[in-house]
């Protein structure tokens, strides 16, 4: 401020200077407190993708580190051939996913539409439940779920699974309540005079409006089930019907039993897990804008 | 924008006769649908609507809502599943046994320390930390450095949680992990921490599910941030009020509701199951078995799969974490006041 006055003296403009420098310094501060930061965040996952890479002899050394010397795809050629479960559970992860994101966002939509935009009796108060019901602990749920699912005949599959998670629609619903909101009412009128029913109003003028809100449901989904454990290694008894994300838990009990020379168990156990990683650590790197549009849109605004 | 959405059918000719096109087509659509601009009178019962409704209100109902009530019930019964004759939905109701049993049980109570000590070492770190990177992620004046930030610190939040565990059993091996040998290096001697041995394997996977969960709180602490108006600051400015000081007395305070939200989302940090589950199963002895992984085992794994005492079991952590929702809640509300 000093310097733009009438007569910009020299001390004037050193102290902008320092100033300047201070704010410099405190930038770089910043950037070797966050790089700190950066490498716990990385280290586990660089880790395992370069002993993924790594033989016997070098997996075993003293001092092992993080630069592979000789890398090879040995352990993802034992881990893709010697054990046939692991396509499989890709498959059972890639089923679930697919059957949860599918149900969920039809069901999500369906529903969202006349909360955000038609009035009926009970309207408020039904979403106001919707929202609420995340709040609650889920005490016993997990062994009454599990009664549920076998009276209905739904346990240990993935269907069914998938079946029990369609049900779990509050975050979706609300995204795509708060999605269809902010569309301009004006479209959807339009059609309404050019004599357009209310399915045709959401699935012809809303919907293709809201792809934003989709996405962000379905990324989200996508990410939860990937990963999700507890309830998916409970209600499944075959580990051949595992999702990846609990059957990975198992690739240490057969990595002791394999008779491949070249790999150690090690490496096909790293192997392993990040084939279980890449797909969400992917997706999440390709579109990671929409899952921070996720969180601001989504819980932050319950 | 509105006009230009107008039907074109009807449009030219209401202009000839000199109609006021917008009332004409609000009035229409106005009777097709009353909205939410503001309800005139009663709401109508529309069906229409609650046919959109019903499809996820009843798998809501039937996968979500029932589950937790049926938890609630089977808590005062006592139902094992592997016996037909206990396990129904209206028999073998025992009053509150299950909950006399508890006090009387060595394990659950063994079980309720542990869980006890991981919450005191994960709960205030899940909290602190994210709110300190946060803030210094939101410091940053490049935009594009703080994007990347803001991605990598997300990136353990997407990682499946077996996997996430798993990958730090591996990084504590005491032969061939990587972290003493980091450690080591740091310390320019050899180190042998037994980081899954029975004095520290509790805290190693606090340490693991920080490593995942500290980015989710992070990114909505960094939210919180950004939506804080600058001016705020300016005027904090003028007053002397800079650097930390500002930080302390702007920002923190109006991050309230976030804080509250991450308290009330760990609410449930007590029943923590998969992470011990997965990474030590309980052991070494019984260092790390959780009052979640007690309660799934007796439900899933001991003899006859105990679910009501196991429910019983829950419902007394449901309750902890409803009390300390309840409470968080409580007082955000009246210092916000």
Redesign the interface.
């Known amino acids: 401020m000093t310097a733009l006055s009438d007569r910009p003296s020299s001390a004037g403009l050193a102290w902008l200077r320092t100033s300047v420098l201070k704010r410099r310094l405190?930038?770089w501060l910043?950037?070797i407190?966050?790089v700190g930061?950066?490498v716990?965040?990385?280290?586990?996952?660089v880790?395992?993708l370069s002993?993924s890479f790594k033989l016997r002899q070098e997996?075993?050394q003293a001092?092992?580190s993080l630069i592979v010397r000789n890398p090879s795809l040995e352990n993802y050629r034992f881990i893709l051939n010697e054990l046939p479960e692991i396509p499989e559970m890709f498959k059972n992860a890639m089923v679930l996913c697919g059957m949860v994101m599918v149900g969920k966002l039809v069901?999500?939509t369906?529903?969202a539409?006349?909360?955000?935009?038609?009035?009926?009796?009970g309207?408020d108060a039904?979403f106001l439940t919707?929202v609420l019901?995340i709040?609650?602990?889920?005490?016993?749920?997990?062994?009454?779920?599990?009664?549920?699912l076998d009276f209905l005949h739904l346990r240990n599959s993935i269907p069914g699974l998938a079946?029990?998670?369609?049900?779990?629609?509050?975050t979706p619903?609300f995204i795509m309540r708060q999605t269809f909101?902010a569309l301009?009412?004006?479209?959807e009128?339009?059609a309404?005079?050019?004599g357009a029913?209310?399915?045709q109003v959401?699935l012809r003028v809303a919907l293709p409006m809201s792809t934003t809100g989709m996405v962000v449901v379905a990324l989200n989904e996508f990410?939860f089930h990937?990963?999700?454990?507890?309830t998916a290694y409970?209600m499944i008894d075959d580990t051949s019907k595992y999702p990846?994300?609990?059957g990975?838990?198992l690739v240490?009990g057969w990595g002791t039993t394999f008779t491949s020379q070249m790999t150690a168990t090690?490496g096909a156990?790293?192997a392993g897990?990040l084939l279980?990683?890449a797909p969400?650590?992917i997706?999440?790197?390709l579109l990671?804008k929409w899952?921070?549009r996720g969180?601001?849109e989504g819980?932050?605004k319950? | 924008?509105?006009s230009y959405?107008?039907?074109s059918?009807s449009q030219n000719r209401c202009w000839e006769k000199g109609w006021n096109v917008e009332a004409l087509?609000?009035a229409?659509?106005e009777r097709?649908?009353?909205?939410?601009r503001g309800?005139v009178g009663?709401?109508?019962?529309?069906w229409?609507?609650?046919m959109?409704?019903a499809?996820?209100?009843l798998?809501?109902?039937?996968?979500?809502?029932?589950?937790?009530?049926?938890?609630?019930t089977?808590?005062f019964q006592d139902?094992r599943?592997l016996y037909p004759e206990t396990?129904n939905l209206f028999g073998s109701f025992n009053a509150i046994d299950n909950f006399v049993e508890m006090f009387h049980d060595r394990m659950f109570g063994a079980s309720l320390i542990v869980s006890l000590k991981y919450t005191a070492m994960y709960l205030p770190a899940i909290v602190i930390l994210p709110v300190i990177?946060a803030s210094?992620?939101a410091?940053?004046?490049?935009g594009r450095?703080a994007s990347f930030?803001?991605?990598?610190?997300?990136?353990?939040a997407?990682?499946?949680?077996?996997?996430?565990m798993?990958?730090?059993r591996?990084?504590y091996d005491p032969n061939?992990g990587?972290l003493n040998?980091i450690i080591g290096?740091l310390l320019g001697h050899k180190v042998d921490i037994l980081w899954l041995g029975s004095k520290l394997a509790l805290s190693s996977i606090a340490i693991a599910s920080l490593?995942k969960g500290f980015?989710?709180n992070t990114?909505?602490f960094l939210?919180?941030i950004y939506g804080i108006n600058r001016e705020l600051y300016d005027a904090g400015a003028v007053d002397g009020c800079t650097g930390l000081k500002s930080w302390w007395y702007i920002t923190l305070p109006l991050l309230k509701p976030?804080f509250a939200?991450i308290l009330?989302?760990n609410?449930?940090i007590m029943?923590v199951?998969?992470q011990a589950?997965?990474m030590t199963s309980g052991g070494p002895g019984d260092a790390t078995l959780t009052t979640g992984l007690y309660l799934?085992r007796v439900?899933?794994q001991f003899g006859d799969m105990r679910?009501g005492y196991?429910?019983?079991v829950?419902?007394s952590?449901?309750?902890v974490?409803?009390i300390l929702?309840g409470i968080i809640f409580r007082v955000m509300r009246t210092e916000r006041a």
């Open positions: 405190g930038q910043l950037i407190a966050l930061v950066t716990i965040c990385l280290l586990p996952i880790w395992v002993s997996l075993y001092t092992p069901l999500a369906l529903a539409y006349p909360l955000a935009r038609m009035d009926f009796p309207r039904l919707f019901s709040f609650i602990p889920r005490a016993g749920g997990l062994m009454a779920t599990y009664e549920l079946f029990f998670w369609i049900g779990h629609l509050t619903i909101r301009p009412r004006e479209v009128d339009a309404r005079i050019d029913n209310t399915l959401i990410v990937w990963g999700e454990y507890l409970t990846i994300g609990v990975i838990a240490r090690y156990e790293s897990y279980c990683i969400v650590l997706i999440f790197i990671q899952f921070i969180l601001s819980i932050l319950f | 924008m509105g959405y107008l039907p059918v087509r609000r229409k659509a097709a649908l009353v909205g939410q309800r009663r709401a109508r019962i529309n229409v609507a609650y959109l409704v499809p996820a209100l798998a809501w109902m039937l996968f979500n809502i029932y589950p937790m009530v049926r938890g609630v089977m808590a139902y599943f396990a990177v210094l992620i410091q940053l004046t490049m450095l930030f803001r991605v990598v610190v997300y990136m353990p997407v990682v499946p949680i077996a996997a996430a798993l990958v730090w591996k990084l061939f990587y040998v290096s490593w980015g989710y990114l909505l939210i919180g976030i939200l009330v989302l609410a449930g029943g199951t998969e589950m997965i799934w439900a899933f679910m196991a429910a019983a829950g419902l952590l449901g309750l974490s409803a929702s």
